[in-house]
């Protein structure tokens, strides 16, 4: 998918310094919460249509029901994102899951940190450093741990 050169220069408007686009109020990270909430809003309509009753007379027993607020976190930082509810609560997003707090890819980021030999407090400081986001050393170990066994594995195989 390729952006009109127009549509860039509007959005870049406003940035002079590499501070505006990389910094706390960063354009990468407004852009990832406006995307992050319109595919949640095209899920929800998505979800709502395929409840429609068949017949014009029935009234549809599912509808919006607002929004809840979630904090994520990924490679722009935390933003904080809101889901939309539907009255019957059986909207299960897919973009960002139920429970989910990070986005697709920051575990990896984890992952790459840890097989380079950093201790969790310098995972912990590196991921601050990079992306302003504290991230607690448990969950740093969650998320190392849950491929431990496999990492284990792997260096136990018979070598052919």
């Not at 408007?13 to 095209?42: S, W």
């Not at 929800?44 to 607020?69: F, I, V, W």
């Amino acid at each position: 998918m390729t952006f009109q050169p127009e549509l860039l220069d509007q959005l870049l408007q406003g940035y002079k310094e590499p501070e505006d686009l990389l910094g706390e109020g960063r354009i990468l990270k407004q852009l990832t919460k406006a995307l992050v909430e319109r595919c949640l809003e095209a899920e929800m309509k998505t979800h709502l249509e395929a409840q429609k009753p068949q017949t014009q007379a029935a009234k549809p027993t599912n509808r919006r029901n607002g929004h809840s607020k979630k904090t994520i976190k990924g490679e722009f930082g935390e933003a904080e994102i809101a889901i939309p509810r539907d009255r019957n609560s059986e909207f299960e997003p897919l973009i960002v899951k139920k429970h989910q707090t990070r986005l697709d890819g920051f575990d990896d980021k984890i992952l790459t940190l840890y097989a380079r030999g950093m201790s969790t407090r310098d995972i912990q400081a590196q991921l601050q450093d990079l992306y302003g986001v504290e991230v607690s050393a448990g969950l740093i170990s969650n998320v190392t741990d849950a491929v431990e066994e496999e990492r284990k594995l792997w260096q136990n195989r018979p070598l052919e």
